[in-house]
């Protein structure tokens, strides 16, 4: 598992207004171009009026090159214009039922 070092993992949340259908479409297309071993921890949840979508980086530093390059330019290929966009660091993550960001014991 990943070591992750105190407020180095770093998470996003992207909120996207429109008809939720659309949006599911346009957003399964850009993640159909991104490697899922990418994804530590993501996730996305179709909301009355949109798509609200959680994901973290490795730092706030590949966070930034990633969504201000790569990812920009994926989400206008596909006309998924986010609403908008907060990012902060992770304090403590679980998944698969498991802490995610200390070494196990």
Partial sequence: PM???ENAVHCSLWRF???PDDLE???LAVMA???ESN???HAAAKTPNGLLVFDTCPSEEVYREFF????SALFEKHGLTPTTHED???IRAY???SRLDEAPS
């Fill in 68 to 71: 201000e390059g790569p990812a």
């Fill in 88 to 90: 902060y660091p992770v």
């Fill in 25 to 27: 479409q346009r957003y």
């Fill in 95 to 97: 998944g698969a039922r």
């Fill in 17 to 19: 207004e429109g008809d």
């Fill in 33 to 35: 171009e991104v490697p």
């Fill in 39 to 41: 994804h530590v921890l």
């Fill in 3 to 5: 070591v992750w070092e």
